[in-house]
């Protein structure tokens, strides 16, 4: 069973940057495609980014290139989300998922998603 765990939210101004960290703590998580998804109070978890398993393939919610970069170091097990450029908006709970099927398969689809880690908060201050 795969448990993911991430770490890295907290409270930022606006304008300002987080790296949000997504790691496994009993597989490596070098072996899945992951997925960012992110929830905002009252709405809908809506996708951000994702990488395929060597992260040769990576695909973002069309809102978020400019600002958000998705990345992975397999050696250290983790996935990266790095943010700049933080809006207000962008105030959510962040969560990382692993689809364990097919790890080139860098879905849009929360479904698509087998596990889930616990998420973490992001907050920024205008």
């Known amino acids: 069973q795969v448990q993911l765990v991430e770490s890295g939210g907290g409270l930022v101004q606006a304008g300002g940057s987080l790296r949000l960290s997504c790691t496994s703590s009993?597989?490596?998580?070098?072996?899945?495609?992951v997925g960012w998804f992110r929830q905002a109070p009252g709405q809908e978890r809506e996708f951000v980014a994702a990488?395929?398993?060597?992260?040769?393939?990576?695909r973002y919610a069309d809102s978020k290139k400019a600002r958000f970069i998705i990345s992975r170091d397999n050696a250290k097990n983790t996935v990266y989300l790095q943010m700049h450029s933080l809006k207000p908006e962008d105030t959510a709970v962040y969560s990382c998922?692993?689809?364990?099927?097919?790890?080139?398969?860098?879905?849009?689809?929360?479904?698509?998603?087998?596990?889930w880690g616990q998420g973490t908060q992001v907050t920024v201050s205008s």
């Open positions: 009993r597989d490596t998580i070098g072996h899945y495609a």
């Open positions: 998922a692993a689809e364990i099927h097919d790890p080139y398969n860098i879905a849009t689809d929360s479904y698509e998603y087998d596990y």
């Open positions: 990488i395929s398993l060597s992260g040769g393939q990576i």
